[in-house]
């Protein structure tokens, strides 16, 4: 689906996550990140904060997941990848729900009824129709 969904992307477009610890969100950006061309190369950013993969598109992955404050997000320079080309991948992003661009990929990832199964919702995608 993730690599279904790379197909259409174009620069500067901000994919917004959610979903629960485990959830696949760093998994689906796998995806996304094979789609465009840049390999299987992604990993969590948790510690990191951002990860930069490049493919058709640069890719920067963020993880939000310790920002707290106003204060936290500036330091991660987060408000100076807004002005690039490069599309946003931002795990956690209720954490920064309010810096967020108008236009955004929401994709919200929950369990399924097996330990495998996942439920994921894509809102905002304006691609050439539903990505699965």
Known sequence: MAQRLARDLKEGEVIAFTGGMG??????TRGLVIGLGAGDVVSSPTFALVNEYSGRLTVE????YRVESWDDLYSTGFFDYLDTDCV???EWSENIAGALPEQVISVDIRPGERDQDRIIT?????GGGTPC
């Open 122 to 126: 894509i809102e905002g995608w304006k």
């Open 23 to 28: 959830a696949g969100k760093t998994a689906f």
């Open 61 to 64: 992955h963020f993880d939000m």
């Open 88 to 90: 946003l991948v931002i």
